[in-house]
């Protein structure tokens, strides 16, 4: 029996990993790139490739890296009295991109969520506390997404603050209830982030 149709169908299959595609999806995808652009799909495989193997991450603020410190953690010209805490890699570049934020960030890769197994361990509780601890940082910018899981992180990181005796604050209105920080508008991002509150006990 040939093996091309079962490498065709582990094609499909290695296809269907990524969030939103599923089986006619990725069979789309593969057909698309054995029909009309083989030389893009070998390309997007090398630079797969790559990526899986070299980018790690940021020893100090947790954001994907190919270094052991990231730009912005390595750069002089943030302002490190300042973190913004956000959930993911996708989340810091929403702010990047719609705010003039200069400060630094940490990266938990994820919330708070006991039934998924993510504690405070798996966020990076004890990086964060190492971070807050140095007596540099004078302002935790919570940027969590509003969701029941992210308010929840959000009272941990406050309580991780205090503890600290660092300033915590909270996006303000505008970012919808429910919503997640990537999908939010830049107007509306940039808003709830220069109208930032004190997290109150």
């Not at 300033?167 to 830049?186: I, K, M, N, Q, S």
Request: charged share 20%.
């Amino acid at each position: 029996m040939s093996s091309e149709p079962n490498l065709l169908a582990e094609l499909v299959e290695a296809l269907r990993c990524l969030p939103g595609v599923g089986a006619k999806s990725a069979q789309r995808m593969a057909f698309h790139l054995l029909e009309r652009d083989r030389d893009g799909g070998i390309r997007l495989a090398a630079v797969l490739d790559q990526a899986m193997r070299r980018i790690g991450h940021c020893r100090s603020c947790r954001n994907f890296s190919e270094t052991d410190q990231c730009a912005i953690c390595a750069s002089s010209s943030r302002d490190a009295s300042q973190v913004c805490v956000v959930e993911t890699p996708a989340d810091l570049l929403a702010i990047e991109q719609a705010t003039g934020y200069r400060g630094r960030y940490f990266v938990l890769m994820g919330r708070l969520s006991p039934l998924d197994g993510l504690g405070p361990q798996e966020l990076g509780a004890e990086l964060l506390a190492g971070t807050l601890a140095t007596g540099e940082v004078r302002e935790m910018v919570i940027a969590t997404n509003p969701t029941v899981e992210g308010e929840a992180t959000a009272h941990w990181l406050g309580q991780l603050a205090r503890a600290a005796g660092v300033r915590a604050t909270r996006l303000a209105h505008g970012v919808p209830l429910g919503g997640e920080l990537e999908y939010v508008d830049r107007g509306t991002l940039a808003h709830a982030f220069g109208s930032r509150q004190d997290l109150g006990d």
